[in-house]
Every structure is written in C-alpha cells, then in structure tokens.
T-cell receptor, first 110, second 117 residues
C-alpha cells in the first residue's frame, strides 16, 4: 500500500472548519483513501473514504486532488469532541489490511 | 452503522496468566477480523488477520504460539495472550469488515487495555 504523509499536529478554533491534509504521491489507480480518527483510549472510528471523486457524509468531506496525490479531510464545524488523532490511510482494493502511520493530532481550541 | 464489540475493556492480571479477549460484530457477518496492538504514544500495529474457519495470518515478528487467535464463527474472534508478561501490557484492538470487497471500511472495537503485573 502507498505511504501517506501527514503533519504531526494541528490546532483549530472551535466552530471553524478543520482542514487536514494528506499526501499520498505514490498512490496507484486501485487504491482508496481512508480516514479514521482515534480519540484517546478508544478504538479508531471510521470517518470517510474515496477513490477519486470528492465524498461527503454526516461527519466530514473528503477532497481528493485530480491527480490523486493528495487529499484533504474537512470537518466543517469543529467541536471540542473532534480533538483526536486523525489517520489518512491508502489501501489497495483487494487488500483489506490497514497500515496506520503516525497521523495528525488535531486539537480543537475553545 | 456497523458495530464491533470488544470485551473486556480492561484487564489487570499477574505475570504468567493467560488472557482471552473477545471481538464480536454485532450487526453484520465478518469473514475477516483483524487484531492490532498499540503501545503508549505509538500508532496501531497490525498483529494478525483472523479468517473465519481457517488459521490466522500473523504479521512478521508476532509469535503465533503466544497470541492465539480463534475465529470460530462469522461474528466472533478471540485473541488469547498466553503466559502474559509485563512486556505484553498494551492496548489491544480488533476490527472487522463486512464483506470481501476491498472498499468496505473496517469498523473497530473500543479496545482492551491489558496490564500485566
């Protein structure tokens, strides 16, 4: 699976949009981009995933660049409960394994 | 959404004890479940892939005789840490996926914090 690069930490003001970037420059055509988050002492929570089109659900939006070499997870109105480590993972379609990197520690500031 | 239940949430036991952790998919059938381990301030590391009705596939460096995995049904996988020692103290997390298609997300349990005294 392709490697991803994320900033180690980010801060965002409560109520503002949190934009979390991820680089995956070696992504191949059959690899999906997944986002999970892990709140302290809990298991990871699935947020969203996509292949090449932008995706939106009740939690977030995923914007994937046209060349698919990077993506951005957008939390439209961040709350204090969104403080967590966010993981961007690229996964081959037929390989169900998830390889977690170090993620981005997002802190929402009151 | 899909729910994965993990039990117990916390275990404290003496060195040399064997500990069993259960992972259940509550509202879907999971042909494949995964076991991860997470040490403090580190990311999740995949230990093994658990396949219903067959032997688990272990990642390099994970001792299969120490971490016994059983996936006897489509909704239950168990991880047994045999003869646990203090260095086995960690946060153990399972996950499950609904189907064979690679674009289905994995859903995670809330983890088991294992402390060996």
């Amino acid at each position: 699976d392709a490697k991803t690069t994320q900033p180690p930490s980010m801060d965002c003001a409560e109520g503002r949009a949190a934009n979390l970037p991820c680089n995956h420059s070696t992504i191949s055509g059959n690899e999906y981009v997944y986002w999970y988050r892990q709140i302290h002492s809990q298991g990871p929570q699935y947020i969203i995933h996509g292949l090449k089109n932008n995706e939106t659900n009740e939690m977030a939006s995923l914007i994937i660049t046209e060349d698919r070499k990077s993506s951005t997870l957008i939390l439209p109105h961040a709350t204090l409960r969104d403080t967590a480590v966010y993981y961007c993972i690229v996964r081959v379609e037929v390989n169900e394994k998830l390889t977690f990197g170090t993620g981005t520690r997002l802190t929402i500031i009151p | 959404g899909a729910v994965v239940s993990q039990h117990p949430s916390r275990v404290i036991c003496k060195s040399g004890t064997s500990v069993k952790i259960e992972c259940r998919s509550l509202d879907f059938q999971a042909t494949t479940m995964f076991w991860y381990r997470q040490f403090p301030k580190q990311s999740l590391m995949l230990m093994a892939t658990s396949n219903e009705g067959s032997k688990a596939t272990y990642e390099q460096g994970v001792e299969k005789d120490k971490f016994l995995i059983n996936h006897a049904s489509l909704t239950l996988s168990t991880l047994t840490v045999t003869s646990a020692h203090p260095e086995d103290s960690s946060f153990y997390i399972c996950s499950a996926t609904e189907g064979g298609l690679g674009n289905q997300p994995q859903h995670f349990g809330d983890g088991t914090r294992l402390s060996i005294l």
